[in-house]
C-alpha cells in the first residue's frame, strides 16, 4: 500500500514537471537573477551645455530587459560629481522598461511633474530626453533606439517640445566628444 | 505516509494551477481563404491567440530570440515582447490590453495587436465573436461616421467646423456661392438642412456623403484645413468686399511653381495652462513669447509687406499640430516658432536657433507613406514608394531651405548686445513636424538666467530682439527671391528707429499686411 502511494505521487510530481516545460522566459528570469555588480556610463549635463559620462558601478541583472530600469532609475537619482546637472524632475518615477526585438526599448516614465505637464524649456527638455536615450543605447548594446511613454501612455512631448511620437536614436552633437 | 498523500495532493495542485493558467483551446480563425483552427488561451479575463497560428493562416511566420517575437506577413514585420503591451511595426505603437503570454514556448497575443498589425500594413480588420468561438480577419468595414456641425463667426469670419467621429478623407467643390464637401466615407448627418443667421452662411444641407454651405453671396471665400483629436474639417468663410486686408487663399494646391515669401506664419510658444518654463523672477515664457511675437508680425506686416499669421494672438492654448496646421492652411510660406529657454544650469545663457532633424522628417515622411497605403488598395505599394519619394524630396527641399532660414536669425541674433549666440542645431521638435514650408524654431535668451529674464521683460530689448529677426527674414526672403530669379538682393531693412505698432485689428488665422 505504502509502495502504491509512494508510485502515485511521484507519477503525479512527474505528470506536475512535465507541464513546466522550460520557456524562453524563464531564462529570462534566471538571467534577471544573476546579479552582478556592473558599471554604467550615466549621461548628465556638464558645464559646456553637452552630456558627459559619469561612472557609476550598480548592481545588475544579466538580462538587459530586467537591467534597463535599473539604469535609469539611477540616472533619475541625479550625478555624484556637483559639477554636473540632473535634468529630469525630482519627482520623476521610472515605471518600467521594456526591450523588444528590434532593438526598440520602451522606457516607461512617471511622476507628478511630468503628469501635469513640465514646464520648462527647449534646452532643458531635449538634453533631459536625450541624456536617458544616451544613458540606455551606451550601455546596453542591444539597444537602437528608445521609445519614452509616460504613465504607461504614448506622449507627444515631456514639455512641449521634443517630439515622443517616434523612437530616438542617440544625438551625438549633444554628447562631449571624451563621452561619446 | 500522510505525508507523501499530501505531497501528492499538492502536486496535482500545482499541475492543475498549471494547466488552468497556461491550457490552450481551440477556435476558428476564418480568413479570406477559409476556415482554419487557432489556439486560444484565457488569462486575467483577456483572450489571447496563438501568434503562430494567426501569421501562419496569412503566409506568414514568428520568430522568437532573447527579447521578444518578430511576425512577418507579406514582408511586413512587427515586433513584441513578454513584458510589454505596446508592439511596434514600422516604428508606430500597436497597443494591446495586456502584454503577451508565453505558453507551451508559443507566443499568444490579445487580437488587439493583429488588429493593430494588419490595420497598419494590409487594410484588414479582426473581430473576435466569443459567442461562435470565431477570430474574423477581413478587409476593414468602412463604418459610418458621424458628423457634428458649428458655426461661429469671429470679426466677419465665419468658422464652419465638421467634428468626425473617426477620421475620412474628403474633397471640396468650390460654386459660385457655395462650398460642397464631398467625404470619402458614409456619414451620419446631424440634420437634413440648417438656416443660420450668419454674414456668410445662409444654410448647410446634407445629402449622401454631401455636406453643402450655401453661402450668403458670390463674394464670399473660404480657406478650408483640417485638424486632428478629434478630427475636424473646417472652413472659414469671409466676405471679400471690405478691402485687400483678407484675401482669399484659394483651395487648389500650392503652386508648384514658386512665387516667393509672402505669407509668413509666426508662433508664439505655449499658451493658456502651457505656460512654458518660468523664469526665477516669475517671468512666464509663454507672455514673454507672445508679446516678442505682436511685435515681430506688427515689424514684418509693415517692413516687409507681408502677410502674417499669428497662430494664437492671447492667452489661448493651441495644440502644436495646430500651430502648424494653421501654416499649412494658409499655405504660408515660412514658419517661425519663437521660445524662451530654460536650463538647469543658472548661468546657460544666449540664443539659439532649431530646424527640425532630418531623422524626424524622415520618419514624417514613412508616416505619410504609410497613410498613403491605408488609404488605397491593389496597387498601394507603388503608390507608397512614389508618396514617399515625392514626400522626402520636397522634405529634404524645405530642410535645405529651413537651414538657411535658421542661418539668416543665427547671424543677426548674433549681432544682438549681450545675448551670445549659441549656434544652429537640429532637433525633432514636434511644432517643425508637418510644416511644408522652410520653418525654423527661435530661443531667444534663456527666461531661467536672472540677467537675461531681466533683458527679456525689457521692452527696448523686445524691439531690438524684433528688429534682428525682421532683418533675417528679409534677408532670407532676399535670398531665395534672388536664387529662384524672381527678384534681386537688396540690402536688409536696418534697425528701426521706433519699435513696430501692432495694427489695428488683429485676428488669429486671419492675415495682416502692412500695405
Redesign the interface.
Known sequence: MRRASLVVALALLAAASACRKPQPQAKNISEANNVAMRPVRLYFEDGNSLLTAELHNLPLPENPAAAIPLVVREMMKGPGNASLARLFPPDTIVRGAYLLPDGTAFVDLGGATLQQGWGTGTHEELMAVFSLVQTVTTNFAEVKKVRLLVNGEPAETLAGHVWLGRSLRPMASLVEPASR | ?KR??L??LL??F??AT??VA?STTQATLRTQTGDKPVAIARQGGQTYFSAEDVAAALGGSVA???????VTINNN?A??????????VR?D?I?MPAPPV?I??RPFVTMQFFQGFLAKTADLDVVWDERARLLSIRPLQHTIVGVQVSVTNVQGTSKIVFTLSQNAGYAIVKEQSAYTIRFAAQIRPPFAEQAYEDQNVAKISFAGTDARIQLTGADVVGDAYKLENPYRVVLDVRKTSPGPAAPSVPLAPKSVEPSGIHTIVIDP??GG??????GPGGLL?KDATLAVANKLAAALAVKLGARVILTREDDSVVS?DQRTAVANQYKADLFLSV???????K??HGS?V?FL?A??SD?LAKKAADAENQSTSGHADTQSDLKLILWDLAQQEYLAESSRFAQSIQEEMNALAGIQN?GI???????L?GATMPAA?V?VA???NPDEEAKIRNEQFQNTVVDALTRAVQRYKNDYEARIGIAQPAAAPGPAATPAQPPATQTTGTARTGT
Not at chain 2, 522568437?64 to 518578430?70: L, M, W, Y
Open positions: 505516509m507523501l498523500i505531497l501528492g502536486s496535482i500545482a499541475a498549471i494547466v497556461q522568437a530570440d532573447a527579447h521578444g517575437f518578430r514585420v515586433a513584441f515582447g513578454p513584458d510589454s503591451r505596446f508592439g511596434v516604428d505603437l497597443e508565453v507551451d514556448n510658444g505655449h495652462k502651457d505656460i512654458g518654463a518660468t515664457e502644436l521660445h524662451m529657454n530654460a536650463s538647469t544650469g548661468g546657460a539659439e532649431y532633424s531623422d524626424a520618419d549659441r542645431k537640429q532637433a525633432p521638435f514636434k511644432v513636424v524654431l530661443e534663456f527666461i531661467s
